[in-house]
């Protein structure tokens, strides 16, 4: 009897211990997702970030803007849709003693309602997408109210990349800087300065459509690290198949796409525990900075083409005939070919799937996010009846430290850092169909 009761009270205290992580109520939940990562979990805010320099005012402003949070793709939702029946094996595990899911995360998950719209408007801009756009609009517009009131016709340049979300995120950015009282240029499938590399031959054939890009990130798919983190996820969910990397990431996708940064967390990141989301987080990590990133080459050449019209822009504005504010709207793709064509966010040692760094530099979770920015502000400034030129960064609407002194750059510094950057596709070599 003395023994019955050991066991019992083992086999108990096991599955309390077991069942620590309760997903519902932890107070800080991980919601770095890769690039799938809500704007707000990792934004500033411009109006308390904005750099006020003595005797300057701004008097132009230059930016380069991701898309809101978009539904997947017509073949990811798919995949995602298919996997919401592995939530029955979970529940069902769960009942039979086998979880080590909370009650509370099983009964949120039980609950859960598929957001069928969310599979069947592939790509679309989703309403949080659209809310993230609108009020980075607002928060610029209360930033620089000087600047950005009443902009007439011709002092302004708004432009999305081909596709509906992103004319759409544009539309959410105008309303909220001026209750879409102004108008957005029509996107092409040509070359453009938001998205060169859709039409970069090179880019598509020896980058985009080339697998040896993803060895990396697949390397690390057979690393102890990853299959320790694999078997974690088996066991936490206790159900009788064994799940491949498809299931996972599928997961994983439901995860992420479902979390909303302003409602509530999405139950299906109860299947992963912090550590599980560092782990797959990286495996994201990976595939940009091998296709987008330091990983090629090409990346910061294609990243150069935007960061030369910001130059010309500036210069313009300088000589008195430029624009109030300029904003491209584009994808994750070309905020990660920016920051390497800027040389920003570079580890010491490159990225491989041998091993993870915690604290590395590369970060999608931070770079690449729903929503992400990277803005230039064109300061003029009157000192002792001399007049000078300054350019502040921001990303994410807190200051770019790391590209000047505090973000600040003097025309100078500017001029030198600008002035070379490529404007031209001669790296390209060919013309290819755009994959959008």
Known sequence: MKFLFVTVFLSVYARSVISLFCYWNTGCPYNYFSSRTPYNAARGDIRDSVIKLTDCEPISIWGLVRHGKRNPGAELALTMKNAIVIREYVV??????????????????RELGADYGMFENAYQLSEEGYQEMMDIGKRFKQ?????????ESQSYTFRPAFGNWMQKSAEGFVNGLANGNLDIEKATTDFDIMDPYTTCGKYQRDVKKNPEIYLESNKYLET?????????????????????????????????????S?????????????EDLKVLEYAGDLKHYYR??????????????????LFKSFQLAK?????????????????????????????????????????????TSKLSIFGAN??????????????????????NEEPLKPICEQGVCTWEEFENKFKTMNSNTDMCQFKSVPYI
């Open 374 to 395: 990277m803005f230039a502000v064109l300061n003029r400034c009157n000192r002792e009846n001399k007049t000078d030129y300054n350019v502040v960064f921001y990303l």
């Open 224 to 260: 102890t690290e990853f299959l320790a983190t694999k078997d974690r996820i088996q066991r936490r969910l206790g159900i009788d198949y064994p799940l491949t990397n498809e299931n996972i990431s599928a997961l994983y996708d439901l995860c992420r796409y479902t979390w909303s």
């Open 143 to 151: 930033a620089f109210p000087k600047l950005l009131n009443k902009l």
């Open 292 to 309: 987008n990133g330091y990983g090629n080459s090409i990346n910061a050449l294609l990243g150069q083409i935007p960061l030369s019209d």
């Open 92 to 109: 069902s595990s769960y009942e039979n003693g086998n979880s080590s899911l909370c009650a509370q995360d099983i009964e949120n998950l």
């Open 319 to 363: 000589d008195g005939k430029g624009k109030k504010i300029i904003a491209y709207f584009t994808h994750a793709t070309m905020m990660d070919m920016l920051y390497t064509a800027l040389n920003l966010f570079k580890d010491d040692v490159e990225l491989t799937g041998a091993l993870r760094n915690p604290d590395r530099k590369w970060r």
């Open 262 to 274: 302003k409602d509530k967390m999405s139950p299906w990141c109860a299947l992963f525990t912090t």
